[in-house]
């Protein structure tokens, strides 16, 4: 890959709170990768819009409201629209269970 990864950090949803998400793109781009924060309360829709605008690699999503079991099928579902199937997608929710959430 002659260009560096490019990773598109987003919270969507209502959750307010981002240090997590500020930790990881901070973490992200410290090894050497081009990270774009999208900001807090992000709609599924904005968060395609701007992976496919930024020509993302990978989008990692945050969010502790419980909305997850939504708002991610919802980013997967939207991106299978628009026919990219080639961004990895990652994240990390707050489950009541004590299991580990995976998208």
Do not use: W
């Not at 993302?56 to 991106?79: C, K, Y």
């Amino acid at each position: 890959m002659d260009r560096k990864i490019r990773v598109l950090v987003a919270k969507p949803g209502l959750d307010g709170h981002d240090r997590g998400a500020k930790v990881i793109a901070r973490a992200l781009r410290d090894a050497g990768m081009e990270v774009v924060y999208t900001g807090l309360r992000q709609t599924p829709e904005q968060i395609v819009q701007a992976a496919v605008q930024e020509d993302a690699d990978v989008i990692a999503l945050s969010i502790l409201s419980g909305a997850h079991n939504h708002l991610f099928p919802r980013v997967m579902e939207l991106l299978a629209q628009k026919g990219v199937n080639d961004v990895l997608v990652i994240g990390r929710a707050s489950c009541r269970e004590r299991v580990l959430c995976v998208v």
